[in-house]
């Protein structure tokens, strides 16, 4: 799977795209035009992210979190959009956005530094080079701070209400048998809207 | 003199409720100030991101926080802002407060409740008293609460049963989930009395409200059907119809200035866009929850209360209080169990409802080194909250380190599809003591600028005994249930939901905050009635006991301003 078919299938889009992808091209494959304007005009802290660290980001939900035959991973539960989303809201506290972005680029620079190949990416290694990587950045408490974060959002995007983005048609609570209560929100009541 | 009401009510919540509904069906002009929104069963979903994980009912900590101050092993002590930890002590800013997201797991305070120190003797290092008043000034109130806030249960013989004036509940019980068999079998084989728990639910229509339709996701959420006997939904909704009442939401009161003569003259308070506004009121009473009404009352000085309304003794914030006790859990893991106990199990929405008080109290030497009776306290089991996300974010902790990718997703397999999880809450008395207060935090303040709640937390070795033979006796009970994973411990993490205290109420103004009536010794025309009031919490969750204590008050006051009107 190339780079840009990985970024796709991780934003939850599966259609084929014939031109280079850019950041905020994952972005728009996956959230409607009209929320991505809400975005710009907020002017949130997540347009600092870059295209290298959604795809850092992507990598290693779908290493933590991975699709298999009978049990939906990352690229399923809309993973990376979830998280976007997040990052993008306004009402997001800055101080987790940049968490998570300067967490990225740490991990950026840990892999680069740790691989044997030196300067090689985290999404170039195989899953085996991956694992070692991460498990020496779990062990710097930044670092497992960081992977502590990403693993929650993920769970989030696993079992949150689909109104939020993760979890489409509840894909996430049919696999853990999870029965979910009723009244759903709708989406003129998410959280930030009340 | 004119007034512009014939009493303001600062909160909604418990403490709040009975007032305002009391005040206003006798005919009274009631004015209530509520600093959150006013939300009604439309605005309340299943929705574990805006109820557990983004704090929707609750301030936002970078505005609006306390500072905590705990002790470290080696005895001194440490404070921490919680923003910057994992700890939250605002429970629910919301009309109906948190009463709005309680489970409702509804019991009677024991008559030896309200005379502690004459019952059990004293506890060094704790403040025990007596209370000014006796169960018997307080159980018309308790079966009031049943009646008009709704109560459902049945009532059976057991050791502990306190006297009632009416035979039964008014509802019959919720409906229960098959676990609760297991628990009753158990019990029986051990010699233990397992009881119907109380559950502040309608299990049927009733007092215009709709029943429980067993959403399974009720403690920390919002009802959605009104079954569940929020002080909104029971009796500010209520209220509101008489005409009497109104209802001031995102109101924050920010100083009760009081004259020369020490008494309240009015009541200041912003409103959603930062506008301030000043009220005034023959009768003022404060129930915004206990931490804050110590905070709010230390804030409010006046030429009379150089330290803090009503605080002339200093007693304010004195004798903080929690529920103590423990936890624990075990799983019915479904590969013990035949097809149909397993479809049973399985079962989703329907309630626990069981609870042991047999060992209110506790005579073992063993563990207590003594011949006194020892107070003790309750058992309540209950289903694991069914919160997915957290259930899932406690399978990430491996014992080498995080765990991810295959092993992570079949522990959560696992885990979700494995068995039914039980759990239990033991409650005990928290002991008072002189390291168990709120004052203000000078350094730091919220958005209005006013000094936060500092709250210093003690936990007495009383109430970590007590907490580990009870959850030492619900371990037992889970064992034979044959339930594994078994684990059960005593708690001394305050929790942060369960809180009292900071303005005891007495007979003695040098060592209360109230008199008797809940009435400030040295503010006449001042009530209190969340648990502030409370000297000691009892072995039970307080909600119950607020109820019943704010209604006592209520005709108090009816009966100073001469009685209920005439239409």
Known sequence: MDRRTFILRSSGTFAAVSTPLTASAVVKAAIPDSELQQISEHHSPVNNFKESDWVTIATVQNHLFPSEIDAPGSIEINALTYLHDYLSNPITDHNDIEFILSGTRLLQTFSKQKSEANGALLSDMSIEQRELILREFEQEPEGRRWLVNILNYLLEALLTDPVYGGNPNGIGWQWLEHRAGEPHPPANKRYWLL | ?567
């Open chain 2, 1 to 567: 003199m004119s007034h512009d009401y014939d009493i303001c009510v600062v909160g909604s919540g418990a403490g709040a409720g009975p007032i305002i509904y009391t005040l206003a069906h006798a005919g009274y002009k009631v004015l209530v100030l509520e600093k959150g929104p006013w939300y009604t069963e439309q605005d309340y979903f299943k929705d574990e991101l805006k109820t557990s994980l983004r704090g929707g009912y609750t301030p936002d900590l970078r505005e609006e926080q306390h500072v905590v101050e705990i002790e470290n092993d080696d005895g001194s002590w440490r404070n921490f802002p919680t923003y910057q930890s994992s700890w939250n002590f605002w429970n629910g800013n919301v009309v109906g407060g948190s009463s709005n997201f309680m489970s409702g797991f509804f019991h009677r305070l024991k008559p030896n409740d309200f005379k502690l120190l004459s019952s059990y003797g004293p506890i060094k290092g704790a403040n025990i008293v007596d209370w000014p008043i006796s169960y018997d000034d307080m159980e018309p109130y308790y079966d009031k609460v049943e009646k008009v806030v709704g109560v459902s249960g049945k009532v059976i013989k057991h050791p502990f049963q306190e006297p009632r004036s009416s035979a039964d509940f008014p509802f019959p019980p919720t409906a229960e989930h098959p676990i609760a068999q297991h628990i009753d079998k158990a019990c029986e084989r051990l010699g233990f009395h397992s009881m119907p728990m109380p559950r502040a639910i309608l299990s049927q229509p009733a007092l215009n409200r709709k029943p429980c339709v067993y959403s399974g996701f009720c403690g920390s959420y919002g009802c959605a059907t009104g079954a569940k006997g929020g002080s909104r939904a029971a009796l500010i909704d209520s209220a509101m119809t008489t005409g009497n009442c109104e209802l001031r939401p995102e109101s924050m009161v920010t100083h009760i200035h009081s004259d020369n003569t020490g008494k309240v003259s009015a009541i200041e308070y912003v409103d959603k866009q930062g506008k301030k506004h000043a009220v005034d009121a023959k009768l003022y009473v404060v129930a915004a929850q206990a931490i804050e009404t110590s905070r709010l009352l230390l804030n409010s000085t006046g030429p009379k209360h150089p330290d803090g309304l009503a605080n002339n003794t200093g007693q304010v914030g004195k004798n903080l209080i929690f529920a103590g006790g423990g936890a624990g859990s075990g799983r019915m893991s479904y590969d013990k169990f035949s097809e149909q106990q397993v479809n049973d199990l399985k079962q989703f929405g329907t309630f626990v409802n069981r609870s042991i008080q047999d060992w209110y109290e506790i005579k073992d030497q063993s563990l207590f080194k003594t011949e006194a009776t020892q107070k003790g306290g309750t058992i309540d089991f209950v289903h694991l909250h069914p919160n997915p996300v957290a259930r899932a974010n406690r399978q990430t902790r491996g014992n080498g380190g995080l765990l991810w990718g295959k092993p992570l997703k079949d522990k959560l397999h696992e885990h979700f599809t494995g068995g039914r999880y039980i759990k239990v809450e033991a409650f005990c008395d928290w002991a008072p003591t002189d390291n168990s207060h709120v004052s203000l935090d000078n350094k730091v303040k919220d958005k209005y600028g006013l000094p936060v709640a500092k709250i210093k937390v003690d936990v007495h070795v009383q109430n970590l005994k007590v907490g580990w033979y009870l959850a030492n006796k619900s371990g037992d009970v889970l064992r034979e249930m044959g339930a594994d994973n078994v684990i059960s411990f005593a708690s001394g993490v305050p929790p942060t939901n369960l809180v009292a205290g900071g303005c005891r109420f007495g007979k003695d103004a040098k060592t209360s905050v109230l008199n008797p009536d809940c009435q400030a010794h040295d503010v006449e025309n001042l009530y209190i009635t969340d648990g502030s009031f409370m000297p000691t919490g009892g072995s039970v969750p307080h909600t119950w006991t607020i109820y019943a204590n704010s209604f006592r008050v209520a005709d108090k006051i009816v009966a100073r301003f001469g009685g209920e009107k005439q239409a």
